[in-house]
């Protein structure tokens, strides 16, 4: 057993004291240590943006974040969006939109949106895109996500009308 | 998955003299630590062994932008991507360089890694490098005797390496002041988007005088050769009327002095090519920048 080093994180407004292994990962400590599953691992290298959560307000890859190096900061995940029961503009344009489809990338994909709008309430569409480039989704084509964070954004920007579905 | 980072001890030390003690004590065991977004993924996939990491984003001198007495700019080594992506300073003098920040990687990774690790990696293809060859940054190492600094053009030795030697640490990264008349941009070709390595990156530095002529050409190529490198026949051939005979004969200089390897990513004919056509659009994209002086 490895020796433990005692970190104090804020996540989604609750503040937990953890012993933390130096190898964990800030992925590690909320998906193991706190049960909290909604973030995903997809790739482990900072490739799929999947195990994005908003450290201190900006999204990162948790997998690439030492849990010790997250002692003293504020930690969003997916299951901080909805606030009192009620879910997250965000998520209600995911819903309205038809922006889920299997769902693995989506809670990153919502946190990088969280992020983007914080700094930015009325994206572009190019500006959206830039925001989620790095999150990968292989079921959508990223039409109905785009369209859905634009929904939920100040924005009066829509995206391109794209074909109808056959 | 079994993607779990096996180094043995991590230390955070507050200061620099700490961090240089650690790093001469661990020798090649230890590794520095600044937004782990290379390191990390290294250590998982490909095998890197490092026994101690040494993080040095605590040490506050390594971190921050602040402005410099001949009103240039330091940028501190673990200055994240994003913060000078969007540094108001960066934008309004250098925006060449908050333009090369902003190529890279994904806003997650942009918050994550730093500047001095984009440059202390030594990858040929660093898209900040380029641009802090055009706006002839500096680099501020420290080490146990002292502080040296040394220009970005001879900062560069070889792929991953630079003329830093063990013991030593880049503390930050000194941008002079943007003359009267300068203008620079970055363009990096690669077939995506967002998330990609250059293929080829070519940033170009321009001071023009009052009626357009151009006194001074700075031209720096990424993913050509071993190390990111400047392109001076296509700086002299930049300097006087730039038109499209001028323009032309740079972006021959350029293609020429280039020496790229054909990999994966593309052949080296193909790269020389390319290194052509993003001059010219690197020239048009800096004459079309308003100037804004620091």
């Not at chain 1, 193991?32 to 909604?38: A, E, P, S």
């Not at chain 2, 030594?122 to 900040?128: I, L």
């Given at each position: 057993m490895r020796d433990k080093t005692e970190i104090a994180v804020l996540v989604n407004g609750m503040r937990h004291v953890l012993g933390v292994t130096i190898n964990d990962t800030l992925l590690d400590v909320l998906r193991?240590?706190?049960?909290?599953?909604?973030t995903k691992e997809g790739c482990a290298a900072g490739d799929c943006c999947a195990c994005t959560v908003l450290l201190d307000g900006r999204p990162v890859n948790s997998c690439l974040v030492l849990a010790v190096e997250a002692d003293g900061v504020q930690v969003t995940t997916i299951e901080g969006l909805a606030q009192e029961g009620k879910l997250d503009p965000l998520q209600e344009a995911f819903v309205q939109e038809g922006a889920v489809q299997c769902g693995f990338c989506t809670p990153g994909m919502l946190m990088s949106a969280k992020g983007l709008l914080r700094v930015n309430p009325k994206p572009s569409e190019a500006e959206v895109r830039k925001g989620i480039a790095g999150n990968l989704c292989r079921c959508t084509g990223y039409v109905r996500i785009v369209r859905a964070i634009l929904r939920a954004s100040d924005s009066t920007a829509v995206c391109q009308p794209v074909a109808r579905e056959k | 998955m079994e993607k779990y980072l096996s180094f043995r001890e991590y230390y955070a030390p507050a200061t620099q003299q700490e961090a240089l003690q650690l790093l001469l004590e661990n020798g090649p065991a230890g590794r520095l630590l600044a937004g782990g977004t290379d390191l990390l993924v290294a250590m998982r996939d490909k095998g890197l062994g490092a026994e101690r990491l040494i993080s040095i984003k605590k040490i506050s001198d390594f971190g921050g932008i602040g402005w410099m007495p001949d009103g240039g700019v330091r940028i501190g080594a673990t200055t994240t991507l994003y913060e000078v992506e969007h540094s108001a300073a960066v934008k309004r003098a250098w925006p060449v360089l908050s333009q090369a920040a902003g190529a890279i990687g994904s806003v997650q990774i942009r918050n994550l890694g730093t500047i001095g690790g984009n440059v202390a990696n030594?990858?040929?293809?660093?898209?900040?490098a380029p641009a802090l060859l055009v706006l002839d940054a500096e680099m501020e190492i420290v080490s146990a005797s002292g502080r040296k600094i040394v220009s970005a053009d001879r900062f560069f030795t070889a792929p991953g390496k630079t003329v830093m030697e063990r013991g030593e640490i880049l503390a930050a990264i000194r941008v002079p002041p943007s003359a009267t008349g300068a203008r620079a941009a970055y363009v990096k070709f690669a077939p995506r988007q967002a998330m990609d390595i250059a293929v080829v990156g070519v940033a170009v530095a321009l001071k023009l005088d009052g009626d357009g002529r151009c006194r001074e050409a700075r031209v720096a190529l990424g993913a050509v050769g071993p190390t990111p490198m400047r392109a001076r026949g296509a700086e002299a051939a930049l300097v006087g009327e730039i038109d499209e005979r001028s323009v032309e004969t740079a972006a021959r200089e350029a293609s020429a002095e280039a020496k790229p390897i054909s990999d994966v990513r593309a052949s080296g004919s193909y790269r020389r090519h390319l290194v052509g056509v993003l001059i010219k659009r690197a020239v048009k994209l800096a004459l079309a920048r308003e100037h804004a002086a620091a």
């Open positions: 193991d240590h706190l049960g909290l599953t909604g | 030594a990858s040929p293809a660093a898209d900040t």
